[in-house]
Nanobody
Framework: QVHITESGGGLVQPGGSLTLSCKLS????????MGWFRRAPGSQQESVAE???????TYGNFVKGRFAVFRDNAEATIRLQMNFLQSEDTAVYSC?????????WGQGTQVTVSS
């Protein structure tokens, strides 16, 4: 059984920053890749970032250097630092743990960028 706990969403002004956190708990989770997807209203889900146990990180094309993902393997926790947020970044951000092609999902946290 894998459990995912997310935190850190909220309202931020354009150009501001926000940090999302995600923790995996359960058996064998320390070897899972972890990351975030997002879904904006009326849009398809898109990958934001993923980080593997070894620290290799990949990002969605729209990130363009604005976001950074960090991982604490001992705690099975990741943190997504988002900078220079724009209205287009408004979405529900969902954390996941991935073992091969098997995904375990969090409930999602709302990020709203608005003045």
């Amino acid at each position: 059984q894998v459990h995912i706990t997310e935190s850190g969403g909220g309202l931020v002004q354009p150009g501001g920053s926000l940090t999302l956190s995600c923790k995996l708990s359960g058996d064998m989770v320390h070897g899972y890749a972890m990351g975030w997807f997002r879904r904006a209203p009326g849009s398809q889900q898109e990958s934001v970032a993923e980080i593997r146990v070894g620290g290799q990180a990949t990002y969605g094309n729209f990130v363009k250097g604005r976001f950074a993902v960090f991982r604490d393997n001992a705690e099975a926790t990741i943190r997504l630092q988002m900078n220079f947020l724009q209205s287009e970044d408004t979405a529900v951000y969902s954390c996941y743990g991935r073992r091969g092609q098997e995904y375990f999902w969090g409930q999602g946290t709302q990020v709203t960028v608005s003045s």
